[in-house]
């Protein structure tokens, strides 16, 4: 055992040694930092410890992306440059202005004082002298005392973080990881400094089955990072562990607590080692002869176990009674929509796309301060609407075409919007709007030659795609007085995309240009089962497409092959309403499963298609799935698949209003697919009469 892990397992077991008494003392504690410091200290360390008994005062000497060099330049200036950030012994918070560092320095008796480097240079030794000498030296000069001196070790950026000091790296969060390892554990070590460790920290909570999902924008943490940071300071600051520590900041959930105060209290207890928790997805089953025993529910049976009786008792009550399982179990209750949808058109362009198509970008207002941006290609050569197909896209609406007309934000906000797009050139400030990133994903002329619209949104104007605790998405503007969270049976992340869906198709009633009674919803991924949900809440949508949806899609959840309902809620908190995280490891005492959801389409036509390589999201779950599903559209008389056997890699297989095929290759939508929905689509939308 290494000198430094040894040291850090005693910090911990200081616990034996404080007392309770000492718990009560006030610990007053100085960084002088940057937004790092923010999300470190700032959120959750004055309530950890208050709720041991003790009490801290804070104070933070904030620059945005304040390095070393700065900071002493500053500090021998005495330059007031900064925002001196204080949080008093009751957790009352102030912000003073333009203050220089000697004023902070004589604010408090200070017990502890902190530095970091900032990001983009924390993994770059030759960044941190003579400044941190320098700095160390100002400040231990102007105390009265001399505080322990703390060294706030920073994180590596998310995998696939958009930004462009990423590169000083490599891109490679492993890179930087071990750089900043390296370079803070030899500063802390020559200058005689205790090491906070909150990029180990970050890089055990990856470890773990929530993954990599501690970054709000790529680099800042979201909440559980800020919590897992700030439990690395308790365990340093108070040498006790903060294993147990009851304080549950909102908008975490119990697990995602537990595995921050354990990568907390290992990071401190061994700084050097990404410690594996057994929490991997190792266990991730890709054998068929390990798939559990299991039995559907029945379809066509009531709640009570009576057997539907034909068409009209699924329509009466039958139907219903699966919605409402899905609704309060899985997705979660939306609110109905703006009784008024207020539109502004922004644009308006003909002859576009080499003269194929024409173009609106229309900005819907979906009330309460919340606005949502359609993309709209029509085909040039239509004499009447025509049938369209609605899809929500994953990075902004700039990332499926490379059309310099489309709109985006401002530089300063691309990442807050587009998120990050992994394998793209960080280094370009073109790639790093995702702009025309995804556009083999939507091959638009094909599309539009075929004779249909295609209407898109970012995922993103209703809510982001990670785990901030709904406190960015459209569900925080529909929250009773007093409400800080969705209720267990209220709407995750998926069904507001669903919700937008809906909220589109209702422009799309407006819009002359677009047929809204023939308007197929479709999705890749987690885009698939938005859409799936969206196509069972709104019987409006003409026809339905999951492409490669998986777990929580169109894949039979009893199956256990691949994603799992654990691992989904593990990895993505956010997707579902709570009350479908009670069956994570249980698939086999959910009411339901997917095959249901596939039913509640019925009678519309309904295209499920699945990739060979593809094991995560179990092809032969999805297929399965939509066999059990063809019940339902028996009840009106459409061919059904039951029975069918599965097609080979590169085969399809339809039935009247059924659809399934397995495509050659991996997690991937491809003109492959898009050949077989267009033909899928002309059957059922096709209007030839409206082109030239």
């Known amino acids: ?75 021998e200036s005495g330059a007031p440059a900064y925002s001196y950030r204080k949080i ?30 900032s990001s983009p240079l924390s993994g770059i030794p030759a960044s941190y002298e003579p400044w941190l000498e320098r700095l160390i030296r100002y400040v231990t000069a102007r105390l009265d005392r001399t505080p322990r001196l703390l060294f706030h070790q920073t994180w590596a950026y998310a995998r696939d973080a958009l930004n462009l000091n990423f590169s000083n790296y490599g891109c490679d969060q492993k890179v930087m990881y071990l750089s900043i390892l390296r370079a803070s554990a030899d500063a802390a070590k020559r200058h005689g400094l205790e090491l906070v460790p909150c990029g180990t920290a970050m890089q055990n909570y990856r470890a773990t089955w929530y993954r990599d999902n501690v970054n709000r924008d790529g680099y800042h943490l979201n909440l559980v990072g800020r919590y897992i940071a700030a ?14 520590n009851a304080y549950m900041p909102l908008h975490l959930t119990p697990g995602q607590v537990k595995a921050a105060q354990e990568s907390a209290a290992a990071a401190v207890a061994d700084p050097d080692t990404v410690t594996d928790f057994g929490m991997r997805s190792n266990s991730i089953n890709y054998d068929e002869a390990a798939v559990p025993a299991y039995k559907l529910p029945e379809l066509m049976r009531y709640a009570d176990g009576s057997k539907v009786k034909g068409r ?9 009674e699966i919605y409402a399982l899905f609704e309060r179990e899985m997705f979660g209750r939306a609110p109905a929509g703006p009784d008024t949808l207020k539109t502004k058109m922004k ?15 229309v900005r819907l207002d979906l009330g309460l301060g919340r606005w949502m941006d359609l993309l709209i290609y029509t085909p040039a050569g239509a004499t009447c609407p025509v049938p369209a197909f609605l899809g929500i896209n994953f990075f902004g609406n700039s990332s499926i075409v490379a059309d310099e007309a489309v709109w985006r934000l401002e530089p300063e906000t691309m990442q807050r919007r587009y998120g990050a797009y992994p394998g793209i050139d960080r280094n370009k400030v073109e790639s790093r709007s995702a702009r025309g990133a995804q556009a083999s994903r939507w091959p638009l002329e094909r599309i539009l030659e075929a004779g249909y619209a295609v209407v898109t949104f970012y995922n993103g104007d209703l809510d982001p795609d990670f785990d901030d605790g709904f406190r960015n998405g459209i569900q925080s503007r529909h929250y009773k007085k007093g409400q800080h969270y969705p209720e267990p049976d209220e709407w995750g992340t998926l069904a507001a995309w669903a919700w937008g869906l809906s909220r589109a198709l209702d422009y799309l009633e407006e819009e002359p240009s677009v047929d809204a009674s023939r308007v197929a919803v479709f999705g890749h991924s987690r885009m698939g089962k938005a859409a799936l949900w969206a196509a069972a809440s709104d019987p409006r949508f003409a026809l339905v497409i999951s492409n490669e949806s998986g777990c929580g899609g169109a894949a039979l959840s009893r199956r256990a092959y691949g994603e799992t309902v654990e691992i989904i809620n593990r990895s993505f908190p956010h997707w579902f ?57 028996g009840l009106y008389g459409y061919k059904a698949l039951k029975g069918a056997k599965m097609p080979a890699p590169g085969q399809s297989l339809v039935s009247d209003r059924m659809a399934y095929h397995l495509r050659e290759g991996k997690h991937e939508i491809t003109l492959f697919d898009w050949e077989h929905y267009l033909a899928f689509a002309d059957r059922f939308l096709k209007n030839k009469k409206c082109l030239k």
């Not at 006030?26 to 008994?53: K, M, Y």
């Not at 933070?60 to 330049?73: D, P, R, V, W």
């Not at 009209?312 to 219903?320: F, V």
């Open 347 to 361: 644009e308006s362009a003909g002859e576009v796309l080499g003269g194929l198509a024409n173009r609106k970008q």
């Open 1 to 75: 055992m290494n000198f430094r892990r040894l040291f850090g397992m005693t910090v911990l077991l200081l616990a034996s040694l404080a007392g309770a008494a000492g718990q009560n003392d006030t610990l007053r504690i100085l960084a002088i930092g940057n937004s790092f410091s923010v999300d470190a200290i700032e959120q959750n360390l004055h309530e950890i410890a208050a709720d041991a008994g003790a009490v801290y005062i804070i104070g933070n000497l904030y620059i945005g992306g304040c390095s070393l060099e700065k900071h002493a330049l500053n500090a």
């Open 577 to 633: 309403c709570e009350n479908f995280k009670k069956y994570a490891g249980k698939e086999q005492l959910l009411p339901f499963d997917q095959h249901e959801l596939l039913a509640l389409i019925a009678p519309r036509p309904l295209y499920v298609a699945s990739a060979s390589l593809d094991r995560w999201s179990d092809p032969k779950g999805e297929f399965l799935s939509a066999v059990a599903a063809s019940q339902a559209y």
């Open 88 to 117: 008093d012994a009751e957790g009352g918070r102030e912000v003073r202005e333009k203050t220089a560092l000697p004023q902070a320095l004589a604010d408090e008796p200070w017990d502890v004082v902190s530095f970091q480097q």
């Open 231 to 244: 439990a690395t300071w308790y365990c340093v600051l108070s040498g006790r562990d903060v294993r147990g």
């Open 312 to 320: 009209d008792g699924w329509e009466s009550r039958r139907r219903a």
